[in-house]
């Protein structure tokens, strides 16, 4: 069984913005394989499970706000004793340019406010992907803001990218080769 974590804040003022990305992405997962979320009020969290190439998937995009993610996900990964190796968390990043996507199997929280509530629940060692987002002066007006149409294309892009990287997470490719095959690029081009 697999957890793919797309982190996010929820509320209609939110969507499409940076902070989002992680949301984006899943959305768009979800929709490639015709999966539909559901509030689960217990686990804190918009889930949706279903089977792919085999595979028993949950897709989470917590409902706690960024800066409690690892509450839901801690939830979540009891609830259905999912292994935190079998976990992967999408995130924005600051310190990449707009596009670009890193993965990595463990790290600190880099300034990330969700990272740090998932880290003081589940520790360092976890799967992320990191959708890059650029730097502002004014990092909190940044991150809630939307993307422009050229960004927009950028994340787009990525998001594509990190879809194919979850096929690859999901049928047991091992993270050390999900790592060289997508930390390549600095940024997905159209």
Known sequence: MKLIVGLGNPGKEYEQTRHNTGYMTLD?????????FKLD??????????????KKVILLK????MNLSGNSISKVLNYYKI??????VIHDDLDLHTGAIRFRSKGSAGGHNGLKSIISHVGENFNRCKIGIDKSNDTIAHVL???????????????????????????????DE?????????????
Request: proline letters at 1%.
């Open 62 to 65: 917590p409902v706690t706000y």
């Open 28 to 36: 768009y997962y979800a929709n490639k394989y015709n999966f539909t």
């Open 41 to 54: 009020t217990k686990l804190e969290g918009l889930i949706s499970t279903g089977i792919i190439n085999g």
């Open 83 to 88: 292994d935190v190796k079998d976990m992967l």
């Open 145 to 175: 803001s939307k993307f422009g149409k050229d960004e927009l294309i950028s994340i787009n892009n990525a998001i594509e990218k990190v879809s194919d990287a979850i096929d690859d997470f999901i049928n047991d490719k091992t993270f």
């Open 178 to 190: 999900i790592m060289n095959k997508y930390n390549l690029k600095e940024k997905v081009e159209a």
